[in-house]
């Protein structure tokens, strides 16, 4: 442990916290003069959603071929440290001190001495905090694709077809959440979420691209501020369905589709042939499912969005 902490110091030392040489950023100044608002967009904050990253490096190559009117910013990897852990140590969502990688922004702009989790918040704040659209895109342990955002003022304008979380006042400490609560008045963003896109197996390029384009779409739409009619038709809280034993799991349902209250959504399995099914609560859409073929008693097996 200790050594981890020496290496992950060491790559911050003499390093610029808001250019650092350890993320690679790419940068679109977006035409002068021209109206539209910039965008912020980062993945791979987890270590073990390598996704995002994919996508994100696709939409680089895309904006390179199409350079758009707007201020952009691409971060494929926010995280080096997730990387390293997630390579040496099977494990990208907590870091050495245990903490979740996407809960260190409470104050990414602490007083030093800090920590390398700090150090890192205080690296993608100083990289993100000046645009006006902020897009942390992440990919769920095994699930399908939805959006976190506040309420439906600080969500997307090309996403309303995807389930939505607003999970109302931040204060988790989550990268999206950091900048609604730190920023105000003319300098807050006008939409911060987080992006979950698909991980049911590995990526195929038809599907990189897909979800490529739709960023991209995205960055063309907020080039051209304006009204939009459409409207968010699947949205609630996120919901998680704890298993009450140790076993294998067997899914019920379609993922992704509207399972009605009462309905199976996955039954679990134990050693000696018991068997425990966990129902939707009410009206859902389930969205995640933990990745491992076994669940143990007091953790959550599925995560769905429960319908308002």
């Known amino acids: 442990m200790r050594a981890y902490w020496i290496e992950a110091l060491a790559m911050y030392e003499n390093s610029d916290s808001s250019a650092g040489p350890h993320l690679p950023i790419h940068d679109f100044p977006g035409r002068s003069g021209a109206p539209g608002r910039s965008v912020y967009i980062q993945g791979q904050l987890h270590g073990n959603e390598s996704g995002a990253m994919l996508v994100l490096h696709r939409l680089r190559q895309k904006l390179q071929s199409h350079p758009p009117a707007n201020s952009v910013r691409i971060v494929p990897n926010a995280n080096p440290l997730g990387w390293r852990r997630y390579l040496e140590s099977g494990d990208g969502r907590i870091s050495a001190n245990g903490s979740n990688w996407n809960r260190i922004f409470q104050s990414p702009g602490s007083e030093p001495p800090l920590t390398a989790d700090q150090l890192l918040a205080a690296q993608l704040w100083e990289l993100s905090k000046e645009y006006d659209v902020i897009i942390d895109a992440h990919t769920p342990e095994y699930g399908l694709p939805h959006v976190y955002a ?55 390029t038809d599907e990189v691209d897909y979800w490529a384009d739709r960023l991209y779409q995205e960055i063309v739409a907020q080039a051209v501020p304006g009204e939009h009619a459409t409207s968010v038709t699947l949205h609630g809280q996120m919901y998680d369905l704890i298993a009450s034993i140790d076993g294998a ?57 429960v319908l308002r």
Do not use: K, M
């Open 150 to 204: 506040t309420d439906p003022l600080t969500r997307l304008l090309t996403f309303d077809d995807i389930p939505h979380v607003f999970y109302g006042q931040p204060n988790h400490g989550s990268f999206d959440e950091c900048h609604l609560r730190l920023r105000h008045g003319s300098n807050s963003p006008i939409a911060s979420v987080t992006v979950e896109l698909p991980s049911f197996h590995l990526p195929t």
């Open 249 to 305: 799991c067997i899914l019920r349902c379609e993922p992704g589709e509207v399972v009605g209250a009462g309905q199976p959504i996955i039954d679990i399995v134990s050693r000696a042939g018991e068997v425990s099914t966990l129902c939707a609560p009410s009206a859902c859409i389930p969205v995640c499912f933990r990745r491992s073929t076994l669940v143990r008693s007091g953790y959550w097996a599925t995560r769905a969005i």
